[in-house]
């Protein structure tokens, strides 16, 4: 182990803090148990740079994972654990590792000393504390010290190489303001919307049209995959003793092993006494949300075959032990199923390209209006058109628009548009063409701005240097030429 620690002992707060964190580990466990099994380590799990990596390496670099999942969430893990894919949090570290390693990229002993040295986790009075960090190593991470210490030694070296793209990143004074004031000015704008629904109205198509329209646009008609599961789930809560965490840990697994090697989890389940439920057939589209499953074990579920027992996968609810019983893939809807879809479908089509046409004249128009004192009444001149002008709440770029709804394209035109410029061109909307003009801004509040500027700063720092890594890491995947054989027939067919 290396050689960094200085005090000892442990209070009742931290003590907590590791029976928390313990329970945690438990969760992000499963995602490793489910490659562990040690029959299965000459598998290959995938390639990268045409290089083998084979399911023993594969599970280092998710045990990696796995503890900086921890060491980055510490007690809030299980608030992010559901949304986290840690195969590919696995994966892209090994990417990040291998391209490292080829660019001649180490960490030294004193780096590692001093990384580990600082992580609050193993502090106590703001000092790294020896006896803390056996517990947590041991406890929560239950980890070997050198492991550990090997997996700290990679992620400084990532660290490292990441570092050259953000070392690039810089954001000016200007950057900084106009970046405030495009988030933070509210924006007013007048409007006219030609809703398309009405036109409908007064349009017919024949059957011979909707079968042509139902040929061009089959795929439109066509189902989601979807799944239908039996399912046993263990109750958790985050006040629940970790020892009582530990026994339904201990439960979840016997549940899985007793079905997976007999292949019926309602035999598993009833030997158990655990109740045994069923989903019913649903999409990942419309999953049935009672079930409380992780996302996950739903990606799993629909990448697995009927008779697949899945391995315990833990939500903020419970531990979720699941068997795939049904499997019926997306499939097109015959025609006289969705013959009134198509109807639909069809005259809103026709309604919309008419609404559009009405849009560019209204515009047109519009744009001929005189003004007065060097402004234009656009209000007046829809209603001189025969169409009702509306008005916008102020509201800032990216809020919700009253009867336009959520649309970049709107929000976008609206930042355009100027007293110099008023008028946007036509906008489609999820609702329908639209035309607006400026009507008025709020500017920022310049005292706030500077009481935030400094944050705000280091905000959009962070943002540019996000987009930087995600783009080096975008690159290096692209290079590698990533493919991963896990959870896909291949797994059981790439041995040496």
């Known amino acids: 182990m290396l050689k960094l620690f200085r005090k000892k002992g442990l209070t009742k707060k931290i003590l907590w803090v590791i029976a928390v964190l313990i329970i945690l580990s438990f969760a992000l466990g499963y995602s490793v148990s489910r490659y562990s099994n040690p029959t299965r380590t000459n ?3 995938g390639k990268v740079f045409g290089q083998t990596i084979r399911l023993k390496e594969f599970q280092s670099y998710l045990l990696a994972a796995r503890d900086q999942t921890l060491l980055t969430y510490g007690v809030e893990a299980e608030k992010f654990l559901p949304y986290i894919d840690m195969n590919n949090e696995a994966w892209t570290r090994i990417l990040l590792i291998k391209e490292a390693e080829r660019r001649g990229v180490k960490a030294l002993d004193r780096e590692v000393i001093s990384y580990i040295g600082h992580i609050p986790a193993f502090q106590r009075d703001g000092e790294f504390d020896k006896q803390l960090y056996k517990s ?5 991470f239950r980890r070997d010290a050198r492991e550990f210490e090997e997996a700290i030694r ?7 190489l990441l570092q050259t ?8 004074e200007q ?3 106009e970046e405030y004031i495009k988030r933070n000015r509210k924006l007013q704008a007048g409007y006219v919307l030609i809703d398309p629904k009405p036109l409908a109205k007064d349009i017919s198509a024949s059957d011979a049209d909707l079968q042509t329209y139902y040929d061009a646009h089959r795929d439109t008609f066509k189902t989601s995959d979807t799944i239908n599961a039996q399912y046993v789930k263990l109750a958790i809560n985050e006040k629940m003793p970790s020892a009582e965490h530990q026994k339904l840990n201990q439960t979840a697994q016997a549940v899985y092993q007793k079905a997976t090697a007999s292949g019926d989890l309602a035999a598993a389940a009833k030997e158990l006494n655990l109740e045994l439920k069923e989903t019913g057939l649903f999409s990942m589209d419309t999953p049935n949300l009672e079930t409380g499953w992780s996302l996950e074990l739903l990606s799993q579920s629909f990448d697995a075959k009927p008779g697949t027992v899945l391995a315990p996968s833990v939500s903020p609810t419970g531990i979720t032990v699941a068997k795939i019983i049904d499997h019926q893939p997306a499939s097109v809807q015959p025609f006289d199923k969705v013959k009134e879809q198509v109807r639909e479908r069809l005259l809103l089509d026709k309604a919309t390209v008419i609404a559009k046409q009405k849009a560019i004249d209204i515009r047109a128009a519009l744009a001929k209006t005189p003004s007065a004192e060097g402004k234009t009444d656009f209000a007046a001149a829809t209603r001189n058109l025969g169409y009702t002008p509306k008005e916008t709440p102020f509201f800032a770029v990216g809020d919700y628009i009253p009867e336009i709804g959520l649309s970049e394209d709107f929000n976008t035109a609206a930042e355009t548009a100027s007293e110099k410029n008023p008028l946007s061109d036509v906008v489609i909307t999820a609702k329908g063409p639209v035309i607006l003009w400026y009507e008025a801004v ?3 509040d310049e005292k706030k701005f500077e009481e935030v500027k400094k944050d705000f700063a280091l905000t959009l720092y962070r ?3 996000s987009k930087a890594v995600n783009s080096v890491v975008k690159e290096i995947r692209a290079r590698a030429k990533l493919e991963s054989y896990l959870d896909k027939k291949t797994v ?3 041995k040496s």
């Open 442 to 444: 709020q500017p920022i």
């Open 154 to 160: 990679d992620q400084i070296k990532i660290g490292k």
């Open 165 to 172: 793209s953000v070392g690039r990143v810089s954001v000016s």
């Open 43 to 45: 598998v290959v799990a």
């Open 492 to 494: 059981n067919k790439n």
């Open 175 to 177: 950057t900084i303001r």
């Open 463 to 465: 943002e540019e240097s």
């Open 136 to 140: 947590i190593l041991a406890h929560v």
